[in-house]
């Protein structure tokens, strides 16, 4: 089901100039589905998202981590494309109340 691969960084902070730094990327194992939806940002605005990023993960990844799409996933080489924003973020538990994926919205 998961059979498309993703690359997320964690935010570790801003440069001098004010731009953002991420750490090293992890890989993770996805499903992108295109749909749009409304959804809550961090900020509790309404937005829509265009995308959904389903992480075969429990981590807790935050809105503003980077996001990394293969070219053959999106169709395109555009930067907006390869590295959508993450607009909000889920976890969801399995019957055990462990934690069992991920999932991104995405811009």
Known sequence: MMRQTAQIAARTGQDSFGVPTYGS???????????RRQV?????????SMQTLYLLSADNILPSARVTLTT??????ESWSINPQILATGRYPDERAGFHHTVLFLS
């Open 72 to 77: 053959g996933d999106v169709g395109s080489t």
């Open 25 to 35: 990327d992890v890989t993770y194992r996805c499903r992108l589905v295109g749909k």
């Open 40 to 48: 809550l940002n961090a900020a509790g605005q309404q937005v829509v």
